[in-house]
Every structure is written in C-alpha cells, then in structure tokens.
C-alpha cells in the first residue's frame, strides 16, 4: 500500500559515502509528511504523559517500535514540539537535527542511527499552541468548574502531540500511560488499562493497527452511562444522561450496521459528548467516538451523525485513506454506509432525502469552489496544500455519488457482496485511489464498463449521468418554498411534523428574504428556540442577511458558545456579508479565536 508513488521533487535514493553520516534523498510516500517507510515502519508507540493544564502541555516521552532495526536516518513529523532528547533501547543518547519550520508540514525530526536500531525513545514537551489541543477553560464547560482538555488529529494534527511518522499510510498500535490531576477522568482512543489505586495515574491500549490521525485523548470532569453490552455514552456529568437519552439506538445502529459491512472488529464502540467548543459534528476516534453537544437536539433527530461515525469502523477506521488525496475513500465511502444504516433504521424515504439533502449541498459545493478556482476532482494532487484548506464537501458527496453509481451499475445483492469483499481483502490496511479502481476493475468488471471511474475520479465537476435521488416529500416542499411566503396554502400546512432533512431542504430552496419574512419564517418553523443547532444556525445565518431586528444579541450567544466549525462558519459569513454586522463579526472573531481549533480558525480566516 505503500509503494506508489513519488511526491513531487523527490528522487530516488542517494547514499553519498564518505561524510559522518549518509545523506539521504528520502522516499515520500505522501506529500503531508516527512516520513519515510524504507527507514523503517512505527509499528508500535508508547506514550508516556503528564497532562499539565497550568502550562498547557503534554509532558514525557514516546517510543517508536520499528518493522525492523535500520541504520541511517529516520525522519518524523513534529509540529511546535520541543525535543528534549533522544535515546536508543538502552538509554543511550542519540544525535537528532530538527528542519526548518515548513508552512504546511511542520518541522522534520531527523534522528541519526549509527548502528541497526529498531526502537527509539524522543523526551518532549508540546507548545500550548499545539494544533492538535484544546485546552478549554472552566467556563467553556458545562458545569464551568474545572478545565477540560481535548485532541483532534485528523488530518496532521498528531504530529503536533508527539512525534511521529504521521501518516495514514502506516499503522501503529499503541499503549499510553497518562497522570492527570485529580478529580478528572480521561478516555483514549484505546482500551482503558486495569485501574490501579491511583485514579491519577491512567493506562490504556490500543491492540488493534491505526493510523496516527486516531489516536485521541479527552480529559475533564466526565461521567458515563451504559447502553448496551458493547457501548457506553461518557459526558460531563450535567450532559451524560441527555446524551444517554439522544443517542439510545447506538446498539441498534450497530447491529444494523454489523448485518450490512459484517462484525464489527473494536470489541467496544463508546462515544463521548464533548463541550461545545469541540469542532466537529463528529470524529470517529476508534473505541471512542468524539460528539459534538451540538447533537443533543432533545429529540434524537441529528443522530445520523453517530451512524456516519460508527459507519467509519468499517470504511475509514479499517480500510484507510492512504494519504489526504485518497480521502474520499474514507468520507464518501463513510457517507454512503451511513444512509444504509439510516435505510434499516429509519426506512429508504430517509435515506432517500439525506441523499437528496446532500445533493443541494454538493451543488452549492461545485459552484462555491468552481468560482474560487479550486480543485473538485474526487482526486488530486494535494503538494503543498494544506488538508485542513482542502476540506470539503465534495469527497463526502461527490464521493458518495460515485459510489452509488458503483452500486446502480451492478444492482444491490452484487453490490453488498462486494463491499465484503473489499472490506476483507483490505481490513487493517490502508488504500489509495489507484488501488481501489483497480479493485473495482477485478471485482466488478462490468460496472467499469459503464462507470466512467477516471472520470469520476480524476474529473473536475459531477459527470452527467450521476444519480439522483428524489422525494415525494421534497419535491412539495420545494413547490412550497418556490411560493413562500406569499402562497396562502401555507397556512394549512402542518410543520410540526417535518423532519430535521424536510426543514433543511425546504430552507435551502427559499429565495432571499427580507427582515420581516425571515422573522416570520422563525416563528412559523419554530426556528428561533429549537433545541436543534443545524435549524439554529441556518436561520442565523439568514437572520444576520436580513438583519433581522435585535439580532445581535442572538448572533452573539451563539457565535460564542458554538466552535463547530459548520456552525460557526456560516453564521460569521453571512455577518460579514451584512454591512449592518459586518464590524460585529470581527469583533466576535477576535473575542472567539483562542477558544477555537486550529482548523475552526483557518476556516474563519478564509472567510
Ligand atoms: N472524519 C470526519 C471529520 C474530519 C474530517 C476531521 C477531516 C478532520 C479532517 C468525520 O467523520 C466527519 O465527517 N464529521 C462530520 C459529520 C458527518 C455526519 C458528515 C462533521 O463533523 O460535520
Ligand atoms: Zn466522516
């Protein structure tokens, strides 16, 4: 899987004799890190950590675990680290050189081996600017009592917790052992290690191979609940019995999910619920899934963010993307697991909407990107760029068009047979684009006949005779979007019983409106107090387009209690937009920014 390709500017292997050490052209396997697999593959990393919230930083150690013992160089990813030392199985110190500081990569480790060494361990501190970390003050929790920490690594972001070969084209086990201070609790991406007495000092493992943007730590004040036999929700304590109720179905989600993509292979499947500032909707950190509270609607109607985080045990979590060019395989991939799940749960309408939904997104999406001269192709040559910059919509939606049209061009019952085939000629490994549409032309030979897969791939925009998925449902209420809200027939619908998909899509069909029509579409939906932050955000956003009398307030609380970049984004646009709150917007990004990840940011600053 790893033996693809070159990134651009590097050549073959050079060994130029004579000098103190060799030096080395390496071999990059992807243009996000600076490892190099024929130095030797991590296999196994131990972590060993003090969680300082005074200073903000990690403290202590990591041991790589090689495939094999090498000489010569081996080079890691490291970003804002602070490398005390460098030692050999045997507590000898080893020579080390840290790179200049690169915009995207961060800062090569080059650790120099005189003789064959398998094992290495690196002494380091983090910056309390670690891109990975957020260190969030009490009062950006729920109770406000005590601090809270919490790690998002996708895409290359570990590099900035320890150092590593930080690329999902390698697979690490992992064991950590973790002092936190006392009265706090903290989860992995692992298995929790036998409780010793001191409830201070934690362990954890991880026996299964992932790749370094899984690994991921939480601590703060939490509590937990069981589901199920398998799965447990973990909180703050005023949060854990609302998440406990939101997401009830998590079992039933994963035997639906088990019953499509076959057993599920993490033993436990936990989740925890997050303080707001968390930037995701979800992340599926194995074992462990991060929420975003921006789930906890009170009536379990954002709940396919589970089933799309749970869906990635299979299609992300087992088979990975080998770089961020092939990360479409993960998302559009995990897209389309996730409305099978909502197809046995909910029923295909669901799913069928979703889709639907999906597609006006997608949509918004080309044209958004197309205008700002930016890559749409499912595939690309990502040198240079930065993962978190690329990050789009269209490797989840475009994804899962082309993998439905995978599946329309040899039916169903073929189509489920092979996606066990893929997840088992595949499990534990990690994939690239080439690799998958080879596979496709093996396994389903047919459907490469009449799937224009390069196009798919490789193609900017949305091939002509993509599927499409339609709804009865929509399909009236983007009549009644067309006509509002001078249609008089309004007043005899009944809103109250819409699903979250049926608002969202009836909201993205309406045209502009002014201030009063924006407040009286707030009343008619009940948009203004619903307890469902995606509804929320959508008419903030147009409340702030319209300026919508007295809204500042209302802009205000959300823009600083929210850090779910999806949420935050629009509702900051749409103020910038509007002269009225335009000076607004850039006062609430000052005041915000420290509170938010480094991703949340870089998005905001793009604005
Ligand atoms: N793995 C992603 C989140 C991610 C992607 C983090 C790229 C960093 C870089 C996660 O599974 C995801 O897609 N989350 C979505 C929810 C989903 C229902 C589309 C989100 O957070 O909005
Ligand atoms: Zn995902």
Not at 229 to 249: G, Y
Not at 401 to 407: I, P, R, T, W, Y
Not at 451 to 459: E, P, S
Request: hydrophobic share 40%.
């Amino acid at each position: 899987m790893i033996e693809r390709r070159q990134a651009a500017g590097a050549g073959n292997r050079l060994c130029i004799a004579g000098g103190p050490d060799y030096i080395f052209e390496p071999v990059r396997i992807d243009p996000h890190s600076f490892a190099d697999p024929s130095q030797g593959k991590t296999t196994h990393v131990a972590f060993d950590w003090s969680v300082d919230f005074d200073a903000r930083v990690l403290r202590g150690s990591v041991t790589l675990t090689l495939d094999a013992p090498r000489r010569g160089p081996l080079d890691l990813d490291t970003r804002g680290l602070t490398i005390e030392a460098v030692e050999d199985g045997d507590a000898g110190t080893l020579r080390f050189e840290l790179g200049e500081d690169q915009p995207v990569l961060g800062r090569r480790l080059r650790i120099f081996r005189n003789e064959p060494l398998g094992v290495v361990t690196i002494r380091y501190t983090t910056s309390p600017e670690a891109s990975a970390l957020m260190w969030l003050e009490p009062s950006q929790t729920a109770s406000g009592n005590h601090p809270f920490l919490l790690s998002q690594c996708q895409a290359i972001h570990a590099r900035s917790i320890a150092p590593l070969q930080d690329t999902p084209a390698i697979r690490i086990t992992y064991d950590a052992t973790v002092a936190i201070p006392d009265g706090l609790s903290a989860v992995m991406s692992a298995a929790p290690g036998q409780a010793a007495g001191d409830a201070s000092q934690l362990s954890f493992h991880m026996p299964q191979p992932i790749p370094p943007y899984l690994l991921a730590i939480a601590v703060g004040e939490l509590d937990s609940r069981d589901l199920g036999p398998r799965t447990r929700v973990h909180a703050e304590p005023t949060v854990v019995d609302a998440a406990a109720q939101e997401f009830a179905e998590v079992e039933q989600m994963l035997e639906a999910a088990e019953g499509l993509f076959g057993p599920y292979e993490w033993e436990r499947y936990d989740f925890i619920v997050l303080p707001p500032s968390f930037p995701l909707g979800g992340m599926e950190n194995p074992r462990m899934t991060f929420l975003t509270p921006t789930l906890l609607a009170g009536d379990r109607s954002l709940v396919s963010v589970l089933a799309h985080e749970l869906a990635h045990s299979w299609t992300g979590n087992l088979i990975t993307n080998a770089t961020n060019e092939d990360f479409w395989l993960n998302e559009g991939w995990t897209v389309y697991a996730e409305r099978r799940i909502v197809e046995v749960l909910y029923g295909k309408e669901a799913a069928a909407q979703q889709a639907r939904l999906g597609r006006v997104t997608l949509d918004e999406t080309l044209k958004s990107r197309e205008k700002a001269g930016k890559r749409t192709a499912l595939s690309y040559d990502q040198a240079g760029l930065d993962p978190d910059g690329e990050f789009s919509k269209i490797p989840y939606e475009k994804g899962f068009l082309f993998v439905s049209a995978l599946e329309r061009a040899v039916g169903r019952a073929r189509f489920d047979a092979f996606i066990k085939h893929y997840l088992s000629t595949f499990r534990f490994q990690s994939l690239t684009t080439a690799q998958f549409a080879e596979l496709v032309g093996e396994a389903l030979p047919d459907a490469a006949a009449t799937v224009d897969i390069d196009a798919w791939l490789f193609t900017d925009g949305l091939p002509a005779d993509a599927p499409t998925f339609e709804s009865e449902r929509l399909a009236k209420l983007s009549e009644l979007a067309t006509a509002w809200p001078d249609d008089p027939a309004r007043l005899d619908q009944t809103t109250s019983d819409w699903t979250t998909t049926e608002a969202l899509f009836f909201l993205s069909q309406l045209s502009e409106l002014d201030a009063p029509d924006t407040e009286a579409l707030g009343d008619w939906l009940g948009l203004r107090d619903t307890g469902n932050a995606e509804l929320q955000c959508v008419w903030l956003a147009r409340a702030a387009a319209a300026d919508v009398d007295g809204i500042a307030d209302e802009l205000t609380a959300f823009v600083g209690r929210v850090g779910r970049t999806k949420l935050v984004v629009p509702v900051l646009q749409a103020m910038l937009e509007q002269p009225a709150l335009s000076e607004l917007a850039r006062q609430l990004i000052e005041r915000n920014h420290v509170r938010w990840h480094s991703s949340t940011r870089l998005a905001v600053a793009t604005l």
